[in-house]
């Protein structure tokens, strides 16, 4: 019978709301008709200038996606995760105390020649031993480099965490400026739809009253349910973008700020050259200090594998008591004091370690071309969204000025129709560039913001201040 213990401690948004109001100089139904443009499809009897009072402005929406965006918070999980490799490698190249005892309740029989046959005993004793076991490494390369890995990976693991940092950034801005951009569509398509209803009902009075033709009439009822078909899938992608911004905040999201026109033409500053954006997004881009710490840690990987030939050395001291631990030696007691080196030398793996090598310099010729295919896909980029910048700024003053004569070919088409030298369907034709022109500029506004973002994530400075920029153009 025994007892044993053991014991071991171890983008539009000019938001055409205003568009509307200060550039549609023409009178009739576009004006009012935008005015009463909805800001949330599940409310279309509110102006959309009493639904975006108040309302979510993106500094908030980012402040509120630092605290409660699903992806941010498992990453920072996942870094948390990685950071522990560090004290852990440490751990093995510090001294390594352990402590055992066990004690035992004997039951021994034995059995002895005498002069008339064996004799037979039984006899009950117990027994015990403790032991106090220090291990302290003095050499031992692989545990070394294996350090030093470890720090190779926890800087990988920080660089993660802020490339993620970064992309929550671009991707805020981007639900925010869909949303934005979403709504002024639908906006848009409000007054469309307005505009060919009373254009419908004109010529529809014009042929009841003989001046008209049924070409007019059947072409305006065509536009009209076009428009009435867009309109619906404006007010499905409001409700769908603002579902897609609140899965990233985590809170409702009914009301938004919108666009300020006048700030956002201020800040058409030049961006710098497009050299200097490349130096700085090769020195800070997360992405490329990952891949470098990664291939650091293939480099140690390398290291760690041609130690697999050295040889290691240990210093170890222990201390151990133990009593009647030997069948001979019942009722004796031991103490037993012992310090000195252990020495482990490799003299043949069947290969292994040499395996080891050539799989760890095939991973380090991965990582160093990952990260030049990033490198030069990260200059693509940069001058992807660079020139989205600059150029984001020519297209832009170019849509307004075609809004602007958008306008102009509107008011000249219903004054030529009333002299008689156009036709309903030249108004029409001219009301739907307009329209266009305005979505387009919308569109090339949200381009802008978002190209703005974009290109300071790709150089590691998205961060709050970033954002604080882009919230300055929204109207308070």
């Known amino acids: 019978m025994s007892d044993t213990t053991t014991k071991s401690p171890a983008l539009g948004a000019l938001c055409l709301t205003r568009i509307a ?93 005498g002069l008339t046959g064996p004799v037979d005993s039984e006899t009950f004793y117990g027994s015990s031993s403790r032991a106090l076991t220090i291990r302290q490494p003095i050499f031992r390369p692989f545990q070394a480099l294996d350090y030093q890995q470890a720090k190779a990976q926890v800087a990988d693991a920080n660089a993660q965490l802020e490339r993620e940092t970064q992309n929550l950034a671009t991707r805020v801005s981007g639900a925010f400026l869909e ?67 609140q899965v990233i905040v985590n809170v409702p999201v009914t009301k938004l700020a919108t666009v300020d026109p006048a700030k956002l033409d201020i800040a058409s500053a030049s961006a710098g050259r497009l050299e200097d954006w490349i130096d700085r997004a090769e020195a800070n881009s997360p992405e490329l200090v990952s891949l470098r710490a990664q291939r650091v840690a293939s480099q140690r990987e390398v290291d760690k594998a041609r130690t697999g030939h050295l040889p290691t050395l240990d210093a170890v001291a222990q201390w151990s008591v133990s009593d009647s631990d030997n069948v001979t030696r019942i009722n004796s007691r031991y103490d037993n004091r012992s310090i000195g080196v252990q020495l482990n030398v490799p003299i043949f793996a069947g290969g292994y370690v040499n395996s080891q090598v050539r799989q760890a310099l095939a991973d380090l010729e991965r990582a160093e071309q990952a990260l030049e295919a990033t490198r030069r896909d990260l200059n693509l980029r940069v001058e992807k969204e660079y020139r989205g910048v600059t150029e984001g700024v020519a297209q832009i003053r170019a849509l307004e000025q075609a809004v602007r004569s958008a306008e102009i070919t509107v008011e000249s088409n219903r004054r030529s129709y009333q002299g008689g030298s156009r036709t309903l369907v030249d108004i029409l034709n001219s009301e739907q560039q307009r329209v266009t022109a305005m979505r387009d500029l919308a569109q090339a506004r949200y381009q802008y913001m978002a190209s703005h973002v974009r290109l300071r994530a790709l150089v590691g400075q998205a961060d709050a201040t970033a954002i604080a920029e882009v919230n300055g153009w929204l109207k308070p």
């Open 21 to 113: 109001a200060a550039s549609l100089v023409v009178a009739g139904p576009w004006a009012s008709a935008f005015a009463q443009a909805p800001a949330q499809a599940a409310v279309p009897a509110l102006p959309v200038v009493q639904q975006v009072t108040g309302g979510m402005t993106l500094s908030q929406a980012y402040e509120a996606a630092l605290a409660q965006d699903a992806v941010i918070r498992a990453a920072r999980a996942t870094a948390d995760v990685k950071r522990e490799r560090l004290p852990q490698a440490l751990s093995q190249l510090l001294p390594n105390v352990s402590a055992t005892y066990s004690k035992n309740r004997n039951d021994l029989l034995s059995s002895q020649p």
């Open 179 to 245: 949303a934005l951009l979403a709504q002024d569509q639908y906006a848009l398509a409000l007054v469309q739809e307005t505009a060919y209803s009373t254009q419908l009902s004109a010529a529809r009075r014009l042929f009841a009253g003989g001046a008209g033709v049924r070409t007019d009439v059947d072409d305006a009822q065509a536009r009209l349910d076009m428009a009435i078909a867009q309109k619906l899938v404006a007010q499905q992608n409001v409700e769908y973008t603002r579902r897609q911004l």
